[in-house]
């Protein structure tokens, strides 16, 4: 069965400082990947998402992700955080059209 | 950002009351999801359709889940008869029909609170 693992439930950086946010994925098929985030009382929204080809895929508003194989992981990085970067980032995957989601990693970005 | 449209965004029900939602998909878009997402920030997949035929949907034992996606109409998800456990935000999300690779576009979905 495929599962999603976020490790970190929350995640504190300065504005201006440098981000990772972890994502594990077990899967034995080729993973399709995206990364959605969710700012308070509000639905997801697309980040980036992985298919195919070069590992280090770019999204929107500066974050882009790396994917490996070996590790079965697909981080979310961005070089400087901005204090409205605030949200929570969930990782997912698409087994037979249906997403499955990690628990989501919630970010505060101090100023 | 996403153009999917989901009324009402609240909702607030008694226990045993009927719940419904409904979803406009992104135009274009002939497959439409719900998902359920509860305070633990678990997701669960309830159900999807591709124009009106329903594609999978999980096994709802209980039967109180219901939904369509009737033609030129609002897709909706309706729950029978509310129960404290169904309090979550109910996300509809739509993709093109080509395969596991799309993405699908959510809603701001319709938080559902029974009392």
């Known amino acids: 069965a495929q599962s999603v693992t976020q490790p970190d439930a929350r995640v504190t950086v300065s504005e201006g400082a440098s981000l990772q946010l972890r994502c594990k994925y077990s899967y034995s098929g080729t993973p399709y990947l995206f990364w959605y985030v969710q700012y308070p009382r509000q639905g997801l929204q697309l980040l980036l998402k992985?298919?195919?080809?070069?590992?280090v895929v770019q999204g929107v508003n500066g974050f882009e992700a790396e994917f490996s194989k070996s590790n079965s992981s697909f981080h979310l990085r961005k070089a400087s955080v901005h204090w409205s970067d605030s949200a929570v980032y969930f990782c997912?995957?698409?087994?037979?059209?249906?997403?499955?989601f990690g628990k989501g990693t919630k970010l505060s970005v101090k100023s | 950002n996403s153009k999917v449209i989901q009324t009402p965004r609240y909702l607030v029900k008694g226990q045993g009351q009927k719940a419904k939602m409904r979803c406009i998909p992104e135009k274009g878009h002939p497959v439409v999801f719900w998902y359920q997402q509860n305070k633990n920030n678990e997701f669960k997949f309830l159900i999807n359709?591709?124009?009106?035929?329903?594609?999978?949907q999980i096994d709802m034992t209980e039967k109180r889940f219901s939904a369509e996606c009737p033609s030129n109409s609002p897709c909706s998800l309706e729950i029978q008869s509310s129960e404290a456990g169904d309090s979550a935000l109910y996300l509809c999300?739509?993709?093109?029909?080509?395969?596991?690779?799309?993405?699908?576009?959510f809603g701001p979905g319709t938080r559902l609170l029974v009392l």
């Open positions: 997912a995957l698409n087994s037979n059209a249906k997403l499955t």
């Open positions: 999300a739509s993709s093109l029909p080509t395969g596991r690779q799309d993405t699908q576009y």
């Open positions: 359709f591709q124009n009106q035929e329903v594609l999978q």
């Open positions: 992985y298919y195919s080809g070069d590992p």
